[in-house]
């Protein structure tokens, strides 16, 4: 019972703090995202909020955890079908040219929602779990999946990608995961946010034009599944780590990265285009310190996300 009632503690002061946690995030976001991330000529990389990214290189692009269709938090309390917004689509979805793929850490309807109707849209393959495959196939497009294999290099236009096993955070309390399971609904009107389950999670690797990035969706990892090192870009997923027994003492000694980007901490029942609130408790202020604690290499940079 201890580590519940430690949870529940630091939300109730992160509550009673929220205000001036806010001012304070923001200052810290706002001295992150005066740092460049530095990367080559040509490679775009945009923060489509959550976990969500747009890579774009040599005229093709990767979408990965796209999630712009953003649910109310009214549809998840009534449990209402969640699908794919076209109008929000429309205004904030973008790729130069070919898109190469889409692909999915996990299956939460805040990473997986807008993934069948980008592949649709641009007639791309989406890659991740079996549960993304089911998802897939509700949406009529089962010949546009691909189940990926743990450590399998897959090569999509200029970007080589790989998925390394992976876990999701424990959010209730640090005993439990939200949603846990794969993901079955049999039809789209039953696609409540609920419906959207976790599924195989997976961290995303990608080596373009010399970088090697790694994408976290949630704040928690399989230590031993992960192989890479040195990396360059760590997108880090970071809402959940306060769930996580030493999350930034374990998994950064094993990617060992040049640059930390922090992603998932944007409130994402709140619709793109209006101004961005934090995620409760997301701590943004606290980075710095967490990460000079355990590696005096790395340094943290943020991007804006793309709406603002």
Not at 3 to 16: N, W, Y
């Given at each position: 019972?201890?580590?519940?009632?430690?949870?529940l503690?630091?939300?109730?002061?992160?509550?009673?703090r929220?205000?001036?946690?806010?001012?304070e995030?923001?200052?810290?976001?706002?001295e992150?995202?005066?740092?460049?991330?530095e990367l080559p000529?040509?490679?775009?990389?945009?923060?489509?909020?959550v976990s969500?990214y747009?890579?774009?290189?040599?005229?093709?692009?990767l979408?990965?955890?796209?999630?712009?269709s953003r649910?109310p938090?009214?549809?998840?309390?009534?449990?209402?079908?969640t699908?794919?917004?076209?109008?929000?689509l429309?205004?904030?979805?973008?790729?130069?040219?070919?898109?190469?793929?889409?692909?999915?850490?996990?299956?939460?309807?805040?990473?997986a929602v807008?993934?069948p109707?980008?592949?649709?849209?641009?007639?791309?393959?989406?890659?991740?779990s079996d549960s993304?495959?089911t998802?897939?196939?509700?949406?009529g497009?089962?010949?546009?999946?691909?189940?990926?294999e743990?450590?399998?290099?897959?090569?999509?236009g200029p970007?080589?990608?790989?998925f390394?096993?992976?876990?999701?955070s424990?959010?209730?309390?640090?005993l439990?995961?939200?949603?846990?399971g794969d993901?079955?609904?049999e039809h789209?009107?039953?696609?409540?946010?609920?419906?959207?389950?976790c599924?195989?999670?997976w961290?995303?690797?990608?080596e373009?034009?010399?970088v090697?990035?790694?994408?976290?969706?949630?704040a928690?990892?399989?230590d031993?599944?992960?192989?890479?090192?040195?990396?360059?870009?760590f997108l880090?997923?970071?809402?959940g780590?306060s769930f996580t027994?030493?999350y930034?003492?374990?998994?950064?000694?094993?990617?060992?990265?040049?640059v930390?980007?922090?992603?998932?901490?944007?409130?994402?029942f709140?619709?793109?285009g209006?101004?961005?609130?934090?995620?409760?408790?997301?701590?943004?202020?606290a980075?710095?310190?967490e990460?000079?604690?355990?590696?005096a290499d790395?340094?943290?940079?943020?991007?804006?996300?793309?709406?603002?």
């Amino acid at each position: 019972m201890a580590r519940p009632l430690r949870h529940l503690g630091d939300l109730a002061k992160a509550r009673l703090r929220r205000r001036a946690t806010e001012r304070e995030d923001e200052q810290v976001l706002d001295e992150l995202q005066a740092k460049p991330l530095e990367l080559p000529d040509g490679l775009e990389l945009e923060w489509l909020g959550v976990s969500g990214y747009r890579m774009t290189f040599e005229g093709q692009t990767l979408f990965i955890d796209p999630y712009l269709s953003r649910v109310p938090f009214a549809d998840l309390l009534r449990r209402r079908p969640t699908l794919p917004d076209p109008a929000a689509l429309d205004r904030f979805v973008h790729a130069p040219g070919e898109v190469a793929g889409v692909l999915v850490g996990h299956t939460h309807f805040d990473h997986a929602v807008d993934a069948p109707a980008i592949a649709r849209r641009f007639g791309c393959r989406a890659y991740g779990s079996d549960s993304l495959l089911t998802l897939m196939g509700l949406h009529g497009l089962s010949t546009q999946a691909v189940e990926v294999e743990p450590y399998r290099t897959y090569e999509l236009g200029p970007f080589e990608v790989g998925f390394t096993p992976s876990v999701h955070s424990k959010l209730l309390l640090g005993l439990a995961v939200p949603y846990d399971g794969d993901l079955t609904c049999e039809h789209l009107d039953a696609l409540s946010p609920g419906a959207y389950r976790c599924g195989q999670v997976w961290g995303i690797s990608i080596e373009v034009a010399g970088v090697r990035f790694y994408h976290q969706g949630s704040a928690n990892l399989v230590d031993e599944a992960i192989r890479e090192r040195g990396v360059d870009v760590f997108l880090a997923g970071v809402a959940g780590r306060s769930f996580t027994e030493e999350y930034w003492q374990r998994i950064l000694p094993r990617l060992d990265p040049e640059v930390v980007v922090p992603t998932h901490y944007d409130n994402f029942f709140r619709p793109l285009g209006q101004r961005m609130e934090f995620v409760s408790n997301a701590q943004l202020a606290a980075l710095p310190g967490e990460i000079a604690a355990v590696s005096a290499d790395a340094r943290l940079a943020a991007l804006p996300r793309a709406d603002l």
